[in-house]
């Protein structure tokens, strides 16, 4: 392999565009899930503006792109995944039929070890290093909303008819329902993050917004819009005020959810479950193949979902020290969130804690 790496600034216009047509062409290739916006060449120059150490592998063969790495890394040689904690969907964006060693690969980045938490399928080279797998629920729109919501009617009647009830009550309630798929205003990004942070601190989580770099990152990435990649903020209105809202980033066929929330004060509506059968809808006129909910066990990600893609965390090393001690520290941690979070009789006990935590944070406020 010819190989060479890049800061995110140094990368030529030719290759980004040779990076989004094989992520143009991943659905018709066989290879859908390279067509995520977290492996766009967008998010990896965004994330390079808000974060050290970004940078870009192209691969050549007989002096053409066949794939491109983007990666983290610190000066000791430990790679991360681009964003990784924010990010989605991580691997390499290669061209069909292309094979890669991967420690080759780290060798030619100065990469001791890689880690990733939600590696894609398709990546045999990477998967070998995967520790766990976990169920990444979708939504599929490719045959139209109308189609999409017949399987949800089938699959989960009771939750259908009851959130289309509730979004007609809350046209009724409030005078009007209006849904933004694609909402330009910057003021209700701002809204829509100051709800989030509320939520995570009411059920004990940290407060991802309280990172600068990922607030900034998100807002960089609001206005960002190239061919064919978007960030996508959409908002449910009633009685002309925010109710419910979503960011996130879409590719020609693929919408990736990010962060969703809602005014609590309209919670008896369900205004963020009506708000995602708005998306859905919206993303299907659009041409979206499929919203990808991501990674995590959430009660209206099951009602939501058609299916379930896979993703996998783990680490990729060489022989070196660095990566020993990477590993031993980085193992027991991912190992024991791991076993909380795939048994419920352990998980639903440390859920109620945090949440707990998170009144009692709130009460002290």
């Known amino acids: 392999m010819d190989i060479s790496v890049y800061r995110p600034g140094e990368l030529s216009a030719a290759d980004r565009a040779a990076w989004t047509s094989m992520q143009s062409k991943a659905h018709l290739q066989g290879s859908p899930e390279l067509a995520n916006p977290f492996l766009s060449p967008e998010f990896a120059l965004a994330v390079g503006r808000c974060r050290r150490g970004v940078r870009i592998a192209v691969v050549q063969e007989d002096g053409e792109p066949a794939a491109f790495f ?22 390499l964006v290669h061209r069909p039929g292309f094979t890669w060693d991967a420690r080759e690969l780290l060798r030619a980045c100065g990469l001791a070890v890689w880690e990733f938490d939600h590696l894609v399928q398709g990546q045999e080279p990477f998967a070998a290093g995967a520790r766990a797998s976990f169920p990444s629920p979708v939504m599929d729109v490719d045959q139209g909303y109308d189609a999409y919501l017949r399987h949800l009617r089938s ?48 059920t004990g989580r940290s407060d991802r917004f309280a990172h600068d770099w990922i607030s900034h990152l998100v807002q960089r990435l609001f206005h960002t819009r190239s061919e064919p990649f978007a960030g ?47 998306m859905a809808e919206a993303a299907a006129a659009d041409g979206i193949a499929y919203l990808d909910l991501g990674r995590g066990q959430k009660e209206y990600k099951d ?28 193992a027991p941690v991912r190992a024991l969130r791991n076993t909380v979070q795939s048994r419920p009789e352990l998980f639903a006990p440390a859920d109620r804690m945090l949440k707990n935590i998170g009144r009692l944070r709130s009460y002290n406020q």
């Open 155 to 202: 699959r989960a009647p009771k939750f259908t008819r009851t959130t289309l009830a509730k979004e007609r009550r809350l046209g009724r309630d409030a005078g009007g329902v209006r849904y933004v798929h694609d909402e330009r205003d910057p003021a209700v990004l701002r809204t829509l993050m100051g709800w989030k942070s509320a939520q995570y601190r009411r």
């Open 232 to 278: 996508i903020l959409s908002v449910l209105y009633a009685d002309e005020r925010p109710v419910a809202a979503h960011f996130g980033l879409r590719t020609e066929r693929v919408l990736a959810c990010w962060f969703p929330a809602y005014d609590p004060a309209w919670a008896k509506y369900s205004p963020g479950l009506v708000l995602h059968l708005r």
């Open 70 to 91: 983007p990666f983290q890394r610190t000066a000791t040689g430990v790679g991360r995944a681009v964003g990784l904690g924010v990010s989605d969907a991580q691997g």
């Open 303 to 330: 009602s939501l979902k058609t299916r379930e893609i896979t993703v996998s965390e783990g680490w990729v090393t060489r022989r070196h020290p660095v990566a020993i001690g990477h590993r031993a520290r980085r």
